[in-house]
C-alpha cells in the first residue's frame, strides 16, 4: 500500500489538427503459380490524378498457420510432432502467450517509388521453410505524397505449399 499512495505514472502523446485525407489507394496481394508473390499498388488523388512519384515503404510478414477443414477437426493436418499453438486458436479462440515462438516467421520491408501513373508493384519469393505448411501472409504499403501526407494500405492472403494435404485421425 505504501508504494501505490506514492506512485505516479505519466505518458505523453500529440495532438494535431485533424486533416481530411487527399487521395486514396487500392492494393491487391496475389499468389502466382509457380508460388511468387505480386503487389499492385496505386494511388489517385480524389480529384482523378495520380499521386505521381510518391514514395511507399513496405513491410512484409509471413507467419506458419496451420490447416483446419470445418468438417474435418478430428484430424489433423502439417506438424503436429510439436505443440501447435493455431490449433487453439483456431478451433476454440483461445491465444497462448506464453512465448512459445513457432519456427518459419519471415519479415521483409523496403520502399519503392510510385510511378507517374501512381502505380507500383512487388514480386516476392518466400524463403522455403522447414516443415511445409500453409503460411500466412500480410504484406502492407505506407504511401506518403508530396504533402507528406500518409495512407496505409494493406492485405493478406494463405499460401498454400501444397495443393493436397493428408489429414490424420
Do not use: C
Not at 11 to 20: C, G, L, P
Not at 133 to 141: D, H, I, K, W
Amino acid at each position: 500500500r505504501q508504494i501505490q499512495q506514492s506512485s505516479s505514472f505519466s505518458h505523453f502523446f500529440h495532438v494535431q489538427e485533424f486533416k481530411r485525407n487527399t487521395f486514396d489507394g487500392e492494393a491487391t496481394l496475389v499468389e502466382s503459380a509457380d508460388h511468387e508473390l505480386k503487389y499492385d499498388l496505386s494511388a489517385r488523388y480524389y480529384q482523378g490524378t495520380p499521386v505521381a512519384k510518391a514514395r511507399a515503404k513496405w513491410y512484409l510478414y509471413a507467419r506458419p498457420s496451420g490447416i483446419y477443414p470445418t468438417k474435418f477437426r478430428e484430424f489433423y493436418f502439417g506438424n503436429h510432432r510439436e505443440y501447435d499453438p493455431y490449433y487453439w486458436a483456431h478451433y476454440f479462440g483461445y491465444r497462448d502467450d506464453d512465448g512459445h515462438r513457432q519456427e518459419g516467421n519471415h519479415f521483409q520491408n523496403g520502399e519503392i517509388e510510385l510511378s507517374s501513373e501512381g502505380r507500383a508493384s512487388l514480386e516476392l519469393t518466400l524463403p522455403p521453410i522447414d516443415d511445409p505448411m500453409p503460411r500466412q501472409v500480410q504484406l502492407t504499403a505506407e504511401v506518403t505524397d508530396s504533402n507528406s501526407q500518409t495512407l496505409s494500405l494493406s492485405r493478406s492472403i494463405r499460401v498454400h505449399s501444397s495443393d493436397y494435404y493428408l489429414g490424420l485421425s
